[in-house]
């Protein structure tokens, strides 16, 4: 970048309250995870025509798509429902207002995100809730639904109803669910956010004695007990996956905080609601074993915050990531709301965003929520754009799930069209779906250039066609450009390269 052309960044960033920093070493990683999540149960859909809310959907995946933002995590089962079409579990009150009943003109929300996110080159991680079935006594359930014909595998605790996680039947449920969505839905990943046991209320302990006598032998604490439970289903849940479709992934976005240091010299220097204590929730367990491919800790407060400190639990997390990918779960209203302890005039994105890429067990990020970065909260989409989602990113291979990359791409020629040139290839050959190249990334460098292809900003395109337009200039200008597959795990095959004259 020249010095004019900084200099210029710099004033359109500091007008949007953001601080441009100068381009480092990790300033543009080739490969990062760049998601969002788009929730259901703050009613967003709720009642919205089909095609209205069809627009809606497609406008969010535009705009996060101009943002940088490579892979949508949709919640599609908030409380053992479902926002597709499932003959286990009533169509959701957040799609049509009343659950089970059916969206008029029929269509299914899940394959709709899934076909509109590859479209736009985004991975899809459907996103459930586990064990959550009322919200509020309030709602009503549809009368399909499970909890009327077996309403023992059911507690309600406060104003909430659960599945019992002690239960083999509620673990059996939730992976049939589950292995239904992977089976019959191409979709990226499995994901699971903060809702495991519920979050304790003060003074109410969760209604699971009688559960306990009878499933609790070989536990003389029921806390373990728990945490046994939850840990039985995220170990089946990983097996269901992978026996269904290997390159199926399977993340949580657990609570940002795992243990406080006063409980566990382990922990973090913070003073907030544990995942392990409260939530039954060893995260790191889960990691370590490998029943799960990633982990996105809600690190939802401010740096500074003298219970829950960002920049603390970045650092102990990047130092606990276990071997497994590791993204930082960012709250965008959050982040423009409180201003930089050492430069009060601007938010907290910059350090958020350097202190995230500073470390080399952290891949990525994921913002929550979506609509606020697409509302452009706080300038925060433009910052995204203009500086810390400059240039496309891959997402991190996830090798060890597959490390062996797809073959070239063959037979690569360029064509002269009535819509001008096209760089026409050939998929390379495959013996099974882990070996198909899924997506190419094609690289554009001056005639003269060293082929560079850890420099993002040479990536012109990541496309899941077999071809790119060429933007003709004036026919005398020499260009190189190399074309890559990858496959369903971001594996990068070798390049092919072909010389143009545009």
């Known amino acids: 970048m020249n010095l004019k052309n900084y200099l210029f960044l710099l004033v359109l960033l500091l007008a949007a309250g953001v601080r441009a920093q100068a381009p480092s070493?990790?300033?543009?990683?080739?490969?990062?995870?760049?998601?969002?999540?788009?929730?259901?149960?703050?009613?967003?859909?709720?009642?919205?025509?089909?095609?209205?809310l069809k627009q809606t959907l497609v406008g969010q995946l535009n705009s996060l798509q101009g943002a940088g933002i490579n892979a949508i995590i949709f919640q599609?089962?908030?409380?053992?429902?479902?926002?597709?079409?499932?003959?286990?579990?009533?169509?959701?009150?957040?799609?049509?207002?009343?659950?089970?009943?059916?969206?008029?003109?029929?269509?299914?929300p899940m394959q709709f995100m899934i076909e509109e996110c590859h479209k736009r080159n985004m991975e899809f991680h459907?996103?459930?809730?586990?064990?959550?079935?009322?919200?509020?006594?309030?709602?009503?359930?549809?009368?399909?639904?499970?909890?009327?014909?077996?309403?023992?595998?059911?507690?309600?605790?406060?104003d909430q109803i659960y599945f019992d996680?002690?239960?083999?039947?509620?673990?059996?449920?939730?992976?049939?669910?589950?292995?239904?969505?992977?089976?019959?839905?191409?979709?990226?990943?499995?994901?699971?956010?903060?809702?495991?046991?519920?979050?304790?209320?003060?003074?109410?302990?969760?209604?699971?004695?009688?559960?306990?006598?009878?499933?609790?032998?070989?536990?003389s604490n029921k806390a373990d007990w728990r945490r046994g439970n939850v840990n039985?289903?995220?170990?089946?849940?990983?097996?269901?996956?992978r026996g269904i479709k290997p390159w199926v992934k399977f993340g949580i976005s657990p609570f940002g905080i795992y243990r406080n240091q006063k409980t566990d010299p382990l922990g973090s220097n913070?003073?907030?609601?544990?995942?392990?204590?409260?939530?039954?929730?060893?995260?790191?367990?889960?990691?370590?074993?490998?029943?799960?491919?990633?982990?996105?800790?809600?690190?939802?407060?401010?740096?500074?915050?003298?219970?829950?400190?960002?920049?603390?639990?970045?650092?102990?997390?990047?130092?606990?990531?276990?071997?497994?990918?590791?993204?930082?779960?960012q709250a965008v209203m959050n982040t423009i709301q409180h201003a930089d302890p050492k430069n009060p005039s601007i938010n907290q994105l910059p350090?958020?965003?350097?202190?995230?890429?500073?470390?080399?067990?952290?891949?990525?990020?994921?913002?929550?929520?979506?609509?606020?970065?697409?509302?452009?909260?706080?300038?925060?989409?433009?910052?995204?754009?203009?500086?810390y989602h400059k240039y496309p990113a891959l997402i991190p291979v996830f090798d060890f799930m597959d490390d062996k990359a797809p073959g070239k791409v063959r037979k690569m020629k360029k064509v002269w069209t009535e819509d001008g040139y096209i760089l026409f290839w050939t998929a390379p050959k495959a013996e099974t779906e882990m070996d198909k190249a899924i997506q190419y990334v094609v690289y554009r460098f001056?005639?003269?250039?060293?082929?560079?292809?850890?420099?993002?900003?040479?990536?012109?395109?990541?496309?899941?066609?077999?071809f790119y337009k060429l933007p003709y200039e004036t026919g005398k200008t020499k260009y190189r450009y190399v074309v890559t597959a990858l496959d369903r795990i971001h594996n990068e095959s070798k390049s092919v390269s072909k010389k143009v004259k545009l």
């Open 165 to 219: 996680p002690a239960l083999p039947e509620s673990r059996e449920h939730i992976c049939k669910i589950v292995s239904d969505i992977v089976s019959r839905y191409d979709v990226d990943a499995i994901h699971m956010d903060d809702y495991f046991y519920p979050y304790p209320i003060k003074g109410v302990d969760f209604p699971d004695n009688a559960s306990f006598a009878r499933y609790g032998g070989g536990f």
């Open 76 to 108: 599609v089962r908030p409380e053992a429902d479902a926002l597709y079409a499932s003959q286990y579990e009533p169509w959701s009150r957040f799609l049509t207002g009343t659950q089970g009943q059916m969206p008029s003109p029929m269509w299914d």
């Open 446 to 466: 001056g005639s003269k250039e060293k082929v560079n292809l850890d420099d993002p900003s040479h990536i012109v395109a990541i496309t899941r066609n077999p």
């Open 351 to 387: 350090r958020k965003m350097a202190l995230q890429r500073s470390y080399q067990t952290i891949g990525g990020s994921c913002q929550w929520y979506a609509a606020a970065v697409v509302e452009n909260a706080g300038k925060y989409r433009d910052a995204l754009v203009q500086e």
């Open 270 to 329: 913070t003073n907030g609601l544990q995942n392990y204590d409260d939530l039954y929730a060893d995260v790191l367990l889960w990691a370590r074993e490998g029943w799960i491919d990633y982990n996105i800790p809600q690190i939802y407060w401010e740096i500074g915050h003298k219970a829950a400190d960002y920049e603390t639990l970045v650092d102990w997390w990047a130092k606990h990531s276990e071997n497994r990918p590791l993204f930082i779960g």
């Open 232 to 241: 039985i289903l995220i170990k089946k849940l990983h097996e269901t996956i």
């Open 126 to 158: 459907a996103w459930i809730n586990p064990y959550r079935v009322k919200t509020s006594l309030k709602n009503q359930l549809a009368p399909t639904h499970i909890y009327h014909e077996h309403p023992e595998w059911f507690v309600t605790y406060g």
């Open 25 to 52: 070493g990790n300033a543009y990683p080739k490969r990062e995870f760049r998601a969002a999540w788009i929730q259901a149960v703050n009613g967003q859909f709720r009642g919205i025509p089909t095609e209205k």
